[in-house]
């Protein structure tokens, strides 16, 4: 899975995930009108969603490598919610896109199982097993410890998809417990470490394992340490943009070749079209082109940024 990632950054020339973390109020009236007039249920809320996200995903289809899909926007909503991010998902897959559930599952033995099996593998039915989700990445809570990530690891194996394990997150009080000093190491590079072993079975032929790590671009001095730490693990950055990185916080997070990193961005994505910088270019029902603009301006921007930090090609061939 982690190849089938890597040929879609390099054919596109883009490290830039579209965070579809969508909410109600994010969704122009001319959208939300057509499903809750007058009267906002969850289910016109959903359908409302799902329309916006299909604008967007068609739009950036061809710039972008993946997105990424947080389940808690959709949770909000209900069942109707939960139906819209299946379909959200289904509908970016059948784009070509690699899609992330941003589920942050996990629990113990057999219960972090059936979360494996419900996003990344097989339900098993009377005489047969059904795909739930059937998502290419998920993100995953490590502090269950083996137990709890070893079903994850398996369904990776068995049915060719990948995880982000949480190692440094975004959030200003990630080091209230990441940061936690346990000997001679924080916390976060325990489990950094801990990836690296988790990793080395399901390396691709890039080098790069599918067992990847979730490290903010909040956090820079961290990233450059943590890349050192693990060289092999693809990192998913969140933290571009609205909660404030930027490109010249989240170089550390790339490889000398170039590689290594998919950076989200989220709410300056969906929302362009209410930034300063695009919303005289582009009405509110033109959405999807704000989003595009704001794809192509984040995709060169990093993409400069990297050139000059690592004086690489970003699209070496394989």
């Not at 410890?145 to 070893?150: H, N, S, V």
């Not at 982000?164 to 936690?180: E, R």
Request: with cysteine; hydrophobic share 40%; proline share 3%.
């Amino acid at each position: 899975m982690i190849d089938k990632l890597i040929r879609k950054i390099l054919d596109k020339k883009s490290c830039v995930l579209v965070g579809l973390d969508t909410r109600l109020e994010y969704v122009p009236a001319c959208i939300v009108d057509r499903y809750c007039k007058g009267n906002i249920t969850f289910e016109g809320a959903s359908k409302a969603i799902l329309e916006f996200n299909k604008r967007i995903i068609d739009m950036v289809y061809e710039y972008v490598p993946a997105v990424k899909v947080q389940i808690a926007y959709y949770e909000m909503y209900g069942p109707a919610g939960i139906e819209a991010f299946r379909n959200t998902c289904q509908y970016a897959k059948n784009k070509g896109l690699i899609v992330i559930g941003d589920v942050k599952r996990n629990d113990i033995g057999s219960t972090a199982e059936a979360y494996a099996d419900a996003y990344l593998g097989r339900t098993g039915l009377i005489n047969t097993k059904e795909a739930a989700f059937d998502l290419d990445f998920i993100t995953v809570n490590p502090y269950l410890g083996i137990d709890g990530i070893a079903p994850f690891i398996d369904a990776c194996i068995k049915y060719d998809k990948g995880i982000f394990i949480l190692v440094k997150t975004s959030n200003s009080s990630s080091a209230q417990l990441q940061d936690l000093q346990v000997k001679d190491k924080k916390l976060y590079e325990i489990v950094a470490q801990y990836v690296d072993k988790w990793g080395k079975k399901l390396k691709g032929q890039n080098g790069y394992s599918s067992i990847g790590a979730v490290v903010g671009a909040t956090h820079p001095e961290d990233a450059r340490h943590l890349r050192n730490i693990i060289p092999n693990a693809y990192f998913l950055v969140p933290g571009y943009g609205a909660q404030g990185g930027t490109a010249r916080h989240i170089t550390g997070c790339f490889n000398p070749d170039g590689l290594g990193a998919v950076v989200n961005a989220s709410r300056s994505i969906i929302c362009a079209y209410k930034n300063p910088l695009w919303k005289d270019k582009f009405s509110s029902s033109e959405f999807d082109k704000a989003a595009l603009a704001e794809v192509i301006r984040m995709k060169n921007d990093i993409n400069e940024a990297i050139l000059k930090s690592k004086e690489v090609d970003l699209c070496p061939e394989i």
